[in-house]
Structures are given as C-alpha cells and as structure tokens.
C-alpha cells in the first residue's frame, strides 16, 4: 500500500511539474538571459529614483541606483560608492528599448578613451 501511495505522488508531481515551469518559460513579460550582458524583458522599468548625489570622494565612483529585474519584477538597487579604477570611467546600468521589449545593461568600467553616450 505505501509503495502504490509514493507511485501515485511521484506520477502526479512529474505530470504537473511542465505545468508549473511551462508558463514561467513562455510568458511573453518573462525574463532571458543575453550572453551574461544584461536581461531583455517585455515590461517597461518604472520611472526611475531620483537620488541625491554625494558630494565626491577622492578615490571613488559614484554608482547611481537603477531599476534590476529580479523574481519576475523591477526592484530598485539603490546608487553606491566604489573604488575607482585608474584610465577608466564608469558607465551606469541603463535599460534600453529593443524591437521584442526591454533589454538591461549592466554598469560597467570603460577606458577613458573609448566613451559611450546611451
């Protein structure tokens, strides 16, 4: 009786499990993964968090706060110092509007010669 009763569970669970991982994978507002650069989403990102920004800090780089998708939703990663890196600048986390929704990129250290305006 107790072998047919863990039959029966474990037949259920592997029947309904597509079930619940299906619509995570195909719902349209679902996140991707693109090549470790940032995530492409279909849902805007809320209007953004205006900050105070501190006075500067010989040494360190202001990274302003940003939008992050995180669980299925946008949830807000407030600005930050870091240690600066000599001949580069840092380029803020952005979200950019692509033809199939909304895609992330990550803030990152550029050399100083080789500035991107989004």
Same mark, same amino acid.
């Given at each position: 009786? %107790? %072998? /047919?009763?863990?039959?029966?569970?474990? $037949?259920?669970?592997?029947?309904? $499990?597509? *079930?619940?991982?299906?619509?995570?994978?195909?719902?349209?507002?679902?996140?991707?993964?693109?090549?470790?650069?940032?995530?492409?989403?279909?849902?805007?990102?809320?209007?953004?968090?205006?900050?105070?920004?501190?006075?500067?800090?010989?040494?360190? $780089?202001?990274?302003?706060? @940003? !939008?992050?998708?995180?669980?299925?939703?946008?949830?807000?990663?407030?600005? @930050? =110092? %870091? *240690?600066?890196?000599?001949?580069?600048?840092?380029?803020?986390?952005? !979200?950019?509007?692509?033809? +199939?929704? =909304? +895609?992330?990129? /990550?803030?990152?250290?550029?050399?100083?010669?080789?500035? +991107?305006?989004?």
């Amino acid at each position: 009786m %107790m %072998m /047919r009763s863990l039959i029966t569970v474990l $037949a259920a669970a592997a029947i309904s $499990a597509p *079930a619940v991982v299906a619509p995570a994978v195909f719902t349209p507002a679902g996140a991707q993964a693109s090549m470790n650069i940032g995530v492409t989403i279909g849902v805007p990102p809320p209007a953004p968090v205006y900050e105070a920004v501190p006075a500067p800090r010989p040494g360190y $780089a202001w990274s302003p706060g @940003y !939008w992050r998708w995180d669980g299925g939703r946008h949830v807000w990663s407030p600005g @930050y =110092w %870091m *240690a600066e890196r000599r001949g580069y600048h840092w380029v803020p986390d952005r !979200w950019a509007h692509v033809d +199939h929704g =909304w +895609h992330h990129e /990550r803030g990152h250290w550029d050399h100083d010669g080789d500035h +991107h305006h989004g």
